[in-house]
């Protein structure tokens, strides 16, 4: 199953319209991220803090389609891929109601915490990404046959 999170809008997300603040929405990205890592045996303490490695964002990218409103109960769907021996990146889905309001992707490197020279993925992060990826394409194939039904 493609990893989910759900969050619901607080007024504190918003702007002076009403409507999510534009950089908040890559903050629940990044809270989504956050979640699939833990999810898959990662202890996020030690993840952010290892002095050793780091995976900074290098590019981002955000779509908005509809507009999200406090109270809004959302359900943020991500997909990971690896995309070279020292990057990756995640492609992000947000829905609310079952209706897609805004898609975004977060591209990251990962470097040697204090050189800043990249360096190949460590292990636990390929196996987050393999975990990840299957579970997408399996959602996909089923999604697929639902269709052809």
């Known amino acids: 199953m493609i990893f989910t999170y759900q969050r619901t809008i607080r007024f504190q997300d918003t702007d002076a ?5 534009f950089a908040n929405t890559l903050s629940i990205c990044h809270e989504a991220y956050e979640e699939s890592l833990g999810s898959c045996g990662i202890n996020i303490k030690t993840f952010f803090t290892n002095p050793a490695v780091a995976f900074p964002i ?10 999200m409103y406090c109270g809004d109960k959302l359900m943020i769907s991500l997909i990971p891929q690896k995309i070279g021996m020292d990057k990756f990146e995640i492609t ?5 109601d079952e209706v897609i309001v805004a898609k975004a992707i977060t591209r990251h490197v990962c470097i040697h915490a204090s050189s800043r ?3 190949e ?17 399996g959602a996909e194939r089923r ?3 639902e269709e052809i039904i």
């Open 143 to 145: 999604k697929s046959r």
């Open 117 to 119: 020279i990249k360096q």
């Open 58 to 67: 290098v590019h981002a990218n955000v779509d908005f389609l509809r507009p």
């Open 92 to 96: 992000y889905e947000i829905t609310v």
């Open 17 to 21: 319209a009403g409507v999510v603040y």
């Open 121 to 137: 993925l460590p292990n636990e992060m390929i196996s987050w990404l393999e975990t990840n990826r299957r579970d997408a394409e």
